[in-house]
């Protein structure tokens, strides 16, 4: 079946350093690949997401491009703000109508300090 | 525009007592709808979802049931809940060729 292998956290960094998430997964066919976060308290929220191989997905400084020929999507952020401090979930679905069955991965806890 | 709300925030309950967790979506009609359950230390995992009233399709065995008794109603249920039921519950929608939006989610803790 289809799973999602998301790099293992806490990740702590400073304010304005550069953040990598790794993100690999396994499925069949051509998958939709999403980055979902979710801020204390709340519930998840789309950050970006990419659709078909070589695609980037960008929002809010962040940016992942869907890499068929290695299975990833990594998350990056050139400068992190302490606001960015959240869980970060690696996220894939088959799309179309199917777009709301994910595949989650482990979800990553990112932690800035000032 | 479209809104989700899922309630309670949280739950404390004894094991062996009943459940019902309630989500209902405004601001469209059709919508495809989900229940997602966060365990401690482990991904988020797909309980059930629904592409119309009364179709519901499970995705893990379990100790729970869910419902969707009106077009933008979603329930989640137990008629008596172990230790293993605790987690974290996220309700979700999504409509025809868009990505999900969640709920606040739901903390339950059995006791």
């Known amino acids: 079946g289809d799973s999602v292998t998301q790099m293992e956290g806490p990740v702590t960094l400073s304010e304005e350093a550069f953040l990598t998430i790794n993100c690999t997964y396994t499925?069949?066919?051509?998958?939709?690949l999403f980055w979902y976060v979710q801020y204390p308290g709340e519930g998840l929220q789309l950050l970006l997401k990419a659709t078909k191989a070589d695609d980037k997905g960008s929002n809010k400084g962040f940016e992942a491009t869907y890499r068929k020929e290695t299975t990833s999507f990594h998350l990056e952020k050139g400068s992190v703000q302490v606001s960015d401090s959240a869980v970060y979930f690696c996220a894939l679905t088959a799309g179309g109508t199917s777009y709301g069955k994910l595949t989650f991965g482990q979800g990553t806890i990112l932690t800035v300090h000032p | 525009s479209q809104t989700i709300h899922q309630w309670p925030a949280t739950l404390v309950q004894p094991v062996g007592s009943p459940l019902s967790l309630e989500c209902t979506v405004e601001g469209t009609s059709n919508p495809n709808l989900y229940w997602y359950r966060q365990a401690a230390g482990r991904g988020l995992q797909l309980l059930f979802y629904s592409v119309g009233i009364g179709q519901i399709s499970s995705e893990v065995p379990q100790n729970l049931s869910a419902s969707r008794p009106q077009d933008r109603q979603f329930i989640l249920s137990s008629k008596k809940l172990l230790l293993s039921d605790s987690g974290f519950y996220l309700c979700?929608?999504?409509?025809?060729?868009?990505?999900?939006?969640f709920g606040q989610g739901t903390r339950l803790t059995v006791v």
């Open positions: 979700a929608w999504n409509g025809r060729n868009t990505e999900a939006f």
């Open positions: 499925a069949t066919g051509y998958p939709s």
